[in-house]
C-alpha cells in the first residue's frame, strides 16, 4: 500500500498555464507538506497544514496555493507558470506538527515548464 | 546563514570501502532533532535515521553508522563495505523546537552525491 501518492509523476506544459499537483496519505497523519527541490537537488519546503490548516508558508509567490479539503490530501495548484518552477515537488506527511516527527514523503512530481 | 551544511557534494568510492558524508548544523536551540534521508536515482526521499539532541550516542544499524557530535554541532553518516545499491545523494536534516510553534519545518543540507562503483 501506497503511504503518501502523488499525481501526476510528470507533468510538462507551456509558460503561463494553471496546473495543480495532487497530493494524498493513508497513514492517518494529521499534518502534511510540499517540498520543492530545484535542479540542484536543493530541498527546500513550501507550506505545511495541519489538520486542513496552514502552518507554514515559506515566502512562496502567490501563485502557489494549496489546498487541503481534508487531513488526507494536500493539493498544490500553481498558476501562471514560469520556468522557474520547473522542479520536483514532493509531498509529506507527519504523525503530527510536532517538530520530532519523521516525515513521510511521496515519489516527487516533476514539473517541466516549457 | 545556512543551517545544515553538507560540504561533500559528491563522493566516489569503489565498493567495498567505507565512506563517511559528513553534516554540520547550525541552531541556537538547544532541543532538535537531526535526520538523514536517502534519495536513490529513482527519486523518492527514504527516511533513515532520527536523533534527539539529548541523545548522543551512536548508532549502528547494519553497514550504517551515525556519529552525533554537539561539540562539534556535527552528525556524520558512515557506511561500511559500501555496494553498489547505496548509491544515492544523502541528506541531512534540522528539526528546530524554535518555541514559536512553527511546527515540524525540515531545514535540508545541500545534499552529498554517492557513487559506489563495482
Known amino acids: 500500500d501506497t503511504a503518501v501518492s502523488q499525481t501526476p509523476k510528470y507533468l510538462v506544459t507551456q509558460m503561463g498555464n494553471d496546473k495543480s499537483i495532487k497530493c494524498e496519505q493513508n497513514?492517518?497523519?494529521?499534518?502534511m507538506y510540499w517540498y520543492k527541490q530545484d535542479s540542484k537537488k536543493f530541498l527546500k519546503i513550501m507550506f505545511s497544514y495541519n489538520n486542513k490548516e496552514l502552518i507554514i508558508n515559506e515566502t512562496v509567490p502567490n501563485r502557489f496555493s494549496p489546498k487541503s479539503p481534508d487531513k488526507a490530501h494536500l493539493n498544490l495548484h500553481i498558476n501562471s507558470l514560469e520556468l522557474g518552477d520547473s522542479a520536483v515537488y514532493f509531498c509529506a506527511s507527519s504523525q503530527d506538527w510536532d517538530w520530532s516527527n519523521e516525515q513521510f514523503f511521496g515519489p516527487g512530481t516533476r514539473l517541466t515548464v516549457l | 546563514a545556512q543551517k545544515v551544511t553538507q560540504v561533500q557534494t559528491e563522493i566516489s568510492v569503489v565498493e567495498k570501502e567505507d565512506v563517511t558524508l559528513d553534516c554540520v548544523y547550525e541552531t541556537r536551540d538547544t532541543t532538535y532533532y537531526l535526520f538523514w534521508y536517502k534519495q536513490p536515482p529513482s527519486g523518492e526521499l527514504v527516511f533513515l535515521i532520527r536523533?534527539?539532541?539529548?541523545?548522543?550516542q551512536n548508532e549502528i544499524s547494519g553497514r550504517y553508522s551515525w556519529n552525533f557530535q554537539k561539540s562539534t554541532s556535527s552528525f556524520n553518516f558512515t557506511i561500511t563495505a559500501s555496494q553498489v545499491v547505496d548509491s544515492a545523494v544523502y541528506f541531512c536534516a534540522l528539526s528546530e523546537a524554535d518555541g514559536n510553534n512553527a511546527g515540524n519545518m525540515l531545514t535540508f543540507g545541500g545534499g552529498t552525491r554517492l557513487m559506489v562503483k563495482p
Open positions: 497513514l492517518g497523519h494529521d499534518t
Open positions: 536523533r534527539n539532541s539529548f541523545d548522543e
